[in-house]
Each structure stands twice: as C-alpha cells, then as structure tokens.
C-alpha cells in the first residue's frame, strides 16, 4: 500500500511539474529571447585581448513589472555586472551576479534553475554616453521539471551515503550485541526487566531474539546514541515480524515497539544539546529536564493509544484474518 502511495505522489509530482512548465512556455514566463532595457553607470575599463568594463545596471521596479508581467520585483535594481567580448562572435555578453535583496525573485528562480550563482546573457544595446543598455538573458525553460530531476538525484545521492555510513555502525553494534549474547549479557538483562517487557510485548515469549533487540535499541535511544540505536531497531523489527500470522502485517508487539522509538524518550538529548552549543547558547543542557518531561508525555500517550487500539475488534480482525482473505 505504502508504495502506491509513494507512486502516485511521484506520478502526480511530474504531472505538476510538466504542466506547469508548459505554462511557462506558453507565457513564456522568463520573456526568453526579449531584450529588457535598463540604465548603465560604467565603474571601470579592464584593458585586454577582450576588454570588459564593470558597470552597475538599474532598473525601475515598474519596468521590471512591466516587462515581466507582473509583481516580480519589490524594490528598484541596482546591481554589478561584467560587460564581455565573447572571444567566439564578438558579441557583448553580460554576466549579473544573482544575489542580494535587490534581485529580482525571477532571477532568482532562473538562476535556481540553472545551477548557476550568476546569470548570463547577450548585450543587444550599450550606449556608455547616455548610460543604456538592453539585453537578453539566457533562455530558461523547463525548470520544473529540471528542478524534481535535480531534487531526486541529490537525495539519492543522499540515501546512499547515509546507507554506507551506516555500515559501519551497523557492524559494530550487531557485532556487540552477538558478543552480548554470547556471553549471557542479554539474558541478565532480559531477565532484570521481564516485568516490564511482559506488560509492553505480552505477546513476545520472553526468551525471543526479539526481546533482547527491543532492550538494546530502547536504552541505546535513551542514552542518545541514534546511530547505535538504528540497526538495534532494524534486528528488533526483523525478530518480531517473524511472530505475525499474516505477512506484511504489524503485529501488537511491532506497533508498540514503533510508539516507544517515535515517542523518543531520551535521558541525554546529545544531538539538540550539541546543536544549541554549536549556536552559542550559555546552558546547552538546560533543555534536558524538559526534554525528558515531553518525551515522557508523548511515550505515556502513545503506549496509552496503542494499547487501546489494540483492543478494538477491527485491528484484531485485520490481525488474525488469512492471508487468502
């Protein structure tokens, strides 16, 4: 079902994407191939085999609005730009740095759109006495569209390289957990909170592979050691989907165990306090008392939902059902 769900958000993603670039050509949204015309002030002459000259260009917010159709711009531009001779055509092309409060938020999406932090386009007019200048900048089409295609390829990128540095945690702290085990650590553990496991996960044998996993991850999380507590989580879920009657079906001990690692009780919140002395703060640890009162809330609620939910006929009907149902 999950994955429909993901499928059909994809699907509808590139449709709007689609749709709406083909609106911008249509309107051509961009004004791709029409010169805009803007005041010229030359601040300096750089000599050469191609001379260029610095200048700063302005422009009136209504021109702007005017040439684009609508509200694009809030204040007046006035920026720097670089006036070339392409080595090539001998053309004049001009290259408009894109950043600043006086940019136009079109260029911003344009340049967005191109990868570039600077636009670039071709000098149609330049009269330095009477300080004009028109241009075009460089088409723009597409950009939604290219804009999801970049999007999915950097969180790609992403995921793998989230997936490879988990590797070597995963290694490491399943290794130490075999090591446990071997040596009879998890069965003292296990037995220590047997009480507390049976109320939790009363459909867990107390023996069950599972049981020492949920340990391991729970007190992982509640030391703050996130990475450490991620493939305990991963091993825990593996052991219990195998006690489901039906396939791809949670089971009561699977939706409890995800309430307590959603619910994030945490005794030392490592990560929020690292970030708040990152930023300068006085205290960092300040946060810890109140971080343990609202993660304990949120366990109390959720493990309070789940254990009535549970209880509804419906939930054990989708539980106990066939797999042929």
Not at 17 to 29: F, K, L, Q, Y
Not at 211 to 228: D, K, P, T
Not at 243 to 254: C, E, F, I, W, Y
Request: glycine share 8%.
């Amino acid at each position: 079902m999950l994955n429909h769900v993901w499928m059909w958000l994809i699907v509808i993603g590139l449709v709007v994407a689609v749709s709406r670039d083909i609106n911008d050509e249509v309107r051509n949204t961009y004004r791709n191939g029409l010169p805009l015309n803007a005041s010229l002030a030359v601040k300096k002459d750089v000599p050469g085999l191609h001379p260029s000259y610095e200048v700063e260009i302005s422009a009136g917010r209504e021109t702007l609005n005017q040439f684009y159709g609508s509200q694009v711009a809030q204040t007046d531009l006035l920026l720097p730009a670089v006036i070339t001779t392409s080595p090539n055509t001998g053309q004049l092309l001009i290259t408009i740095p894109v950043a600043g409060d006086r940019v136009p938020a079109i260029w911003k999406e344009m340049s967005k759109s191109l990868g570039k932090e600077k636009l670039e386009g071709k000098v149609v007019a330049f009269d330095r006495a009477e300080g004009k200048i028109s241009f075009e900048l460089e088409k723009v089409s597409y950009s939604k569209i290219r804009s999801v295609t970049r999007a999915a390829l950097e969180y790609a990128d992403t995921a793998v390289t989230i997936s490879l540095g988990l590797i070597g945690v995963m290694a490491l702290w399943l290794g130490v957990m075999k090591v446990a085990e071997e040596a009879g650590l998890l069965k003292v553990l296990t037995r220590l909170l047997t009480p507390v496991t049976k109320q939790l996960f009363p459909d867990v044998p107390p023996d069950h592979p599972a049981v020492g996993a949920m340990i391991m991850n729970i007190a992982a999380n509640m030391l703050g050691l996130n990475n450490a507590a991620t493939p305990l989580g991963l091993k825990a879920m593996e052991e219990l989907a195998k006690l489901s009657p039906r396939a791809g079906v949670a089971t009561n001990a699977m939706c409890t165990f995800l309430v307590i690692n959603t619910a994030g009780l945490t005794l030392i919140p490592a990560t929020a306090i690292a970030i708040r002395a990152a930023q300068g703060s006085a205290d960092p640890g300040i946060i810890i008392g109140t971080s343990i009162f609202g993660a304990g809330c949120a366990t109390v609620a959720g493990l309070v939902a789940v254990k009535i939910l549970q209880r509804l006929p419906g939930y054990k009907k989708a539980l106990e059902g066939k797999d042929n149902e």
